[in-house]
């Protein structure tokens, strides 16, 4: 069997994706990887029509692992996001096709089930505290049972949007860490209070923080007892995050940022984060993922991957057959897709009582309409840019 061509999908239904199909001399042999990386889509495409197409053509699909160290190692500059997400494309679609070849799902391949579904937390963000509380309640009538807890913090003074309007390309939201210090442990006080111990609460603090003020915060929200607290720093400075030990026992999720497993090592094995937050579609795909979970299984620590809606439909069915399979799975991220997404992708992934799950298709068990695609063509678009009080630029 061999690799017969490789065509780059960028479509927009809704929003921007990049998707990868990898398609065999076998009649009817393809698969369907995911591509995406917000903001940078057209990057990614062209390493991968340009750079990474060319060199598959006449492999063998079925090498999965000898492809993986091919891309990553015979390329000579390593790593980093562009390159990362476009490996996992790859790296996805050559499961899918080995799933389909074997007429078996990808979990099953990955070792079968370790249980019967993957937990998932959604998203309940809100304006204020109230709007908060209202979502979670609405969310639990659903049957789910985890909540990423999100409120707009506003008790500052800021420029206007028309002062920034003519600095930023996108539309710029103000951010100041003093409020959001002050506030937060009211927030979550308030939502213990108004629903009990029993909702399982994170908060993403998407890596705003410095590490002292990553230190007190962590601290003011033990007694809330949240199943982690995310991103409350950026990766890269270890001894920021053995700080935040020194301070608090709060459970710390992370890992967004990273592209490759060393990076993951030393947070491991000196016990500094307790969920690994690495995004499947950034990352290298299910090869790489599933050596990171290995790893921090070793170390006791859980798997929550990255679900955010920046990624495919691909991506989201890849973390649950992953999920499936782990024996140290903790939570899933789950998020909703424009609408239209649904004419473009169509998915086995299915949600009951909180739970997700795939169906028993082979490979990853997602289809790419091309044609539907096709109507919907790529949007130029950006994050949005985080700016302090007096406009200065601040992490997203």
Same mark, same amino acid.
Request: charged residues 20%; contains cysteine; glycine residues 8%.
């Given at each position: ?71 990553? #190692? ?5 790593? +980093? ?9 790859? !790296? &996805? =679609?050559? $499961? %899918? ?47 789910? #049972? ?5 409120? +707009? ?9 028309? !002062? &920034? =309007?003519? $600095? %930023? ?228």
């Amino acid at each position: 069997m061999k690799i017969t061509r490789i065509q780059v999908v960028v479509t927009c239904p809704g929003r921007n994706y990049v998707v990868v199909k990898v398609e065999t001399d076998q009649a009817g042999l393809y698969g369907w990887g995911d591509a995406t990386l917000n903001g940078r889509e057209l990057a990614v495409a062209s390493a991968l029509t340009e750079h990474i197409a060319p060199l598959l053509i006449n492999r063998d699909p079925d090498r999965i692992e000898d492809i993986w160290q091919y891309l990553y #190692k015979g390329a000579y500059w390593r790593g +980093g996001p562009v390159l990362m997400t476009a490996l996992a494309g790859i !790296d &996805l =679609a050559l $499961w %899918d096709i080995k799933g389909k070849r074997a007429g078996l799902p990808v979990y099953s391949l990955l070792g079968g089930r370790t249980r019967e579904g993957a937990m998932a937390y959604v998203h309940c963000d809100g304006a204020d505290r109230h709007e908060v509380e209202d979502n979670i309640r609405a969310a639990q009538a659903k049957g789910f #049972k985890a909540f990423r807890a999100q409120v +707009g913090i506003k008790r500052w003074e800021h420029f206007s949007s028309s !002062d &920034l =309007a003519d $600095w %930023d390309a996108t539309s710029p939201e103000r951010w100041e860490p003093y409020a959001y210090l002050q506030e937060l442990p009211d927030i979550f006080e308030h939502l213990r209070v108004a629903l009990g111990s029993e909702p399982l609460l994170v908060h993403d603090v998407h890596h705003r923080l410095n590490p002292i003020q990553a230190a007190r915060l962590a601290k003011s929200l033990e007694a809330y007892e949240l199943v982690f607290l995310e991103d409350p720093i950026h990766p890269e400075h270890v001894e920021s995050l053995r700080l935040l030990r020194q301070h608090s026992t709060i459970p710390v999720g992370l890992g967004e940022l990273l592209t490759n497993r060393w990076q993951f090592l030393p947070l491991l094995s000196e016990q500094l984060i307790d969920f690994v937050r690495c995004d499947i579609a950034h990352i290298g795909g299910i090869t790489e993922t599933r050596k990171i979970a290995i790893l921090a299984e070793t170390y006791n620590a859980q798997v929550a991957l990255h679900g955010a809606p920046d990624t495919a439909p691909i991506a989201h069915a890849a973390n649950i057959h992953l999920d499936l399979a782990i024996p140290n799975f903790g939570a899933q991220e789950m998020c909703s897709f424009p609408e239209e997404a649904a004419d473009v992708f169509h998915t086995g992934i299915s949600v009951k009582d909180g739970y997700l799950n795939v169906t028993d298709a082979p490979g990853l068990g997602v289809e790419v309409d091309e044609t539907a695609a096709a109507r919907f063509p790529y949007q130029a678009g950006y994050l949005p840019t985080m700016r302090r009080a007096d406009a200065s630029v601040h992490d997203w």
